[in-house]
């Protein structure tokens, strides 16, 4: 009988903010989980404290702060996309058993001194995309299509993107030695086809199963869990339970 661990952190990607997790909570919530949504500074309904001074390091406070403030122990993280990042930092801050496993969710998959300007291969390209807004450097949003929503899917991720903080994504990540150690590793892949295998160009090869990790593929869009929502809960759901990857 699988024993799921109970806490789980939802950190949403770029440009996005808690809403994006609404079609996955009460299902995760039904399978008995404490989940909660977070929405980080300067994005979302939090898009009106967006300053110059917001950055990779503020994201990873927020998620900090949360864990404080709700007591909560022996925590999964679920970091999509960008989103990733910020999980990663919270674990280097943290470590075992605070934080018991890291999910990636289509996310690049960090090292020491990287951002996501390093970790992208579309990074290099940031700084020409950069834009002014009240005095903030910007990143506007993107193309909701693009992320694999459709129909009136679309429309409502269309109406709800906010501009992310450049700062945040060309903010080193510092990672120290042992960060990780102990902290279950799991990569969930979204792909709508076998040409999609790197649509987004993001470096898997620190996906390691030998090591440990365990790696899962769902057939989705960029944004799982707005495209493929029940398939994301049951990933979700056989990530944090405690068995074997073959099991």
């Known amino acids: 009988m699988r024993t799921p661990d109970n806490s789980l952190i939802l950190i949403h990607g770029a440009q996005h ?5 609404r079609k996955t909570l009460g299902p995760l919530r039904a399978l008995g989980y404490d989940v909660h949504a977070i929405t980080l500074t300067g994005l979302g309904e939090r898009a009106h404290l967006l300053s110059p001074d917001v950055d990779l390091n ?8 949360m864990i404080e403030t709700e007591e909560l122990n022996g925590v999964t993280l679920v970091g999509h996309s960008y989103g990733g990042m910020v999980a990663a930092g919270v674990t280097a801050r943290l470590r075992h058993p605070t934080v018991r496993r890291l999910i990636h969710l289509d996310s690049p998959i960090p090292a020491d001194g990287d951002s996501i300007a ?9 700084a020409q995309l950069r834009e002014e807004f009240d005095g903030v450097g910007v990143l506007r949003p993107g193309d909701a299509a693009a992320m694999g929503v459709h129909g009136d899917d679309l429309a409502w991720v269309r109406r709800r993107l906010t501009a992310h903080p450049y700062a945040a994504v060309t903010t080193p990540l510092h990672l120290p030695d042992g960060w990780d150690d102990g902290v279950e590793q799991v990569y969930i892949r979204c792909v709508t086809g076998p040409e999609d295998q790197t649509r987004l160009g ?6 390691d199963e030998s090591a ?18 029940d398939g994301l809960v049951t990933l979700l759901d056989k990530a944090c339970a405690a068995e074997s990857a073959g099991s």
Request: charged content about 20%; proline content about 4%; glycine content about 10%.
């Open 17 to 21: 903010g808690g809403w994006c997790w």
């Open 58 to 65: 503020t994201h990873i406070t927020d998620v900090l702060a």
């Open 118 to 126: 390093t970790v992208t291969p579309f990074g290099d390209r940031l």
């Open 202 to 207: 993001l470096d898997l090869s620190r996906v």
């Open 212 to 229: 440990g990790w365990r790696y899962f593929e769902l057939h989705s869009g960029h944004d799982a869990m707005i495209d493929a929502p």
